[in-house]
């Protein structure tokens, strides 16, 4: 039977919890305030058509009103986490090297919403490294060194049915920016927070304290560890997240998924003409993509010696970068050339080939030439002048690999 009293008080407690006046509800639905004080004293209720909208306003459900359960004190303090929507085994990749943080969020987003297929024997989600190489992709990280690309979290996500909007901290104020946060989360979807400083990337589940604490995962660019660790079991805490300039992406369904082998061949086409490029586009010489990189990066060597510096400056931390964007094109390549049915194999196990050599070259260089310090300028020279002859071989490898991928007709 109906409670008009519960229900008024219930309207009044939804009303609060939003922040909203009597006034502003009669003002947003075109009534009297007293209309609103007879509702929440039990005195009358609103008709069926308009409940509707009271419902809408107050970010409840008709039932929540109508029929309302106990809930808690409107001052109590809790924690509100969403779990994983399917069971996620533990990672069984490869931790290093593994420093680019948006390919780890995009890998962490699926297996968070439980899109991957690949299961283990307890049918749990197979945590490795295969959606960070595709990502790694998609994203265009692969292709280029460090921070040369346009933002396109929205067509990363296509490939899962996900969509997402984005939200600069500048256009809110403190508190909508929260509530935004948290009307989100509740609504059954994670969020990110981009911080606009270098500092943790949040991918969040959950929060507590009324939205003022996140609990999610943190990534960071060039932290290996961060990048791998996805235990959505033992979130972190992240307080006064809302006090630094940052941009909230808001996860969501989206209108259509992108088929993963057309996103390979798109991932790829784009790819080529990145690597290929002749042309720097940047203010820092280190900082872009293309063949352009290798002639640059001689040139930074070159200037060093002239400046007689006894440090070799320019090589850390690019030659990790170098590698591991090599890494996951190599491992990218073999991943087409298994999905793309109509794709030339040969010419796709040439190009792996020619990447090979280059992944060769440069563990050797990691491994052997980097950790001895030169003692002077004159050992700088001629260690100098090794690397140099190290990156016109990468580049000459590279330019055979591409000669060999235009050729795949995509």
């Not at 309207?11 to 922040?19: D, N, P, T, V």
């Not at 297996?111 to 490294?129: P, S």
């Not at 996900?162 to 920016?177: D, N, V």
């Not at 911080?195 to 060039?222: M, R, V």
């Amino acid at each position: 039977m109906l409670d008009t009293v519960k229900a008024g008080k219930q309207i009044a407690l939804f009303r609060k919890s939003r922040g909203l006046t009597q006034e502003d509800i009669a003002r947003q639905l075109n009534i009297s305030p007293q209309a609103v004080s007879k509702w929440e004293n039990g005195h009358t209720m609103p008709e069926l058509s308009l409940l509707v909208e009271v419902s809408e306003l107050l970010g409840c459900r008709i039932d929540q009103i109508l029929f309302p359960v106990p809930m808690p004190a409107m001052n109590a303090n809790f924690e509100h986490i969403l779990l994983p929507y399917a069971p996620i085994a533990k990672f069984t990749g490869r931790k290093w090297p593994r420093s680019m943080s948006k390919p780890a969020i995009l890998a962490a987003i699926k297996l968070f919403m439980g899109l991957e297929k690949c299961r283990d024997t307890m049918n749990q989600q197979i945590n490795d490294d295969t959606e960070y190489i595709f990502q790694a992709a998609f994203s265009g990280i692969s292709f280029g060194y460090s921070w040369g690309f346009d933002d396109n979290w929205d067509e990363c996500l296509a490939v899962y049915g996900l969509t997402c909007e984005s939200h600069p901290s500048a256009r809110y104020s403190q508190k909508e920016f929260i509530q935004m946060a948290i009307d989100h989360i509740r609504s059954g979807y994670p969020i990110i927070v981009i911080p606009k400083e270098y500092t943790d990337t949040i991918l969040a589940t959950g929060y507590s304290d009324s939205g003022k604490i996140l609990k999610g995962i943190p990534f960071l660019d060039g932290d290996d560890e961060k990048n791998s660790i996805m235990s959505f079991g033992q979130l972190k805490s992240f307080s006064e997240w809302y006090l630094k300039e940052s941009e909230l992406l808001l996860i969501k369904p989206g209108s259509k998924t992108d088929s993963l082998v057309d996103k390979c061949r798109e991932a790829l086409q784009k790819g080529c003409m990145l690597l290929s490029n002749k042309v720097h586009l940047f203010e820092q010489p280190l900082v872009g993509y293309g063949l352009v990189i290798y002639d640059n990066w001689c040139e930074e060597l070159r200037k060093e010696t002239n400046r007689e510096l006894t440090d070799i400056e320019c090589i850390f931390p690019h030659i990790f970068i170098h590698y591991e964007g090599k890494l996951r094109i190599r491992q990218f390549l073999d991943c087409c050339m298994h999905l793309i049915q109509d794709i030339d194999s040969s010419a796709v196990r040439a190009a792996i080939s020619e990447y090979e050599e280059i992944l060769s070259i440069c563990e050797k260089c990691m491994h052997e030439m980097l950790p001895k310090t030169p003692e002077n300028a004159v050992e700088a020279r001629v260690k100098r002048q090794a690397y140099i002859g190290i990156l016109h071989r990468c580049r000459e490898l590279e330019e055979e690999a591409l000669s060999h991928l235009f050729k795949c007709g995509l």
